[in-house]
């Protein structure tokens, strides 16, 4: 399994529009079906709980984790190279909704 881990801030007031086109059923996920290869997106949000540590910045609820699924990373790879217009084109039309966009990582399930 190979799986890509993206953090977002999102700029208020764009949370739902934000859920809808990351989450599960949206836009990034229809894209990404195109593939055989792909096994799924999930989406999270940070909670707004008190943060254990007092000196901790407190979540704000608009920090979200996207964790995106393949079957290998060639499969990624092959995706990416077939589809990357389309994938710039959802990439410029959802800019707006975010304050921060920072890929964490590209993760190797370990046997």
Known sequence: MYVIVWHFQVSSGRERAFEDAYGPGGDWA?????????????????????????EAAK?????????????????????????SAEYEVLDER????CDIEECLGHFETVA
């Not at 996207?66 to 990624?76: F, Q, V």
């Open 30 to 54: 229809r894209l990404f079906e195109r593939s055989n290869e792909f096994q799924g997106t999930e989406l999270l949000r940070a909670t707004v709980d008190e943060p254990l540590d007092e």
């Open 59 to 83: 979540p704000s609820g608009r920090d979200y984790l996207t964790i995106d699924r393949w079957t290998s990373r060639g499969a990624y790879a092959a995706f990416s190279e077939r589809f």
């Open 94 to 97: 959802f800019l707006e909704l």
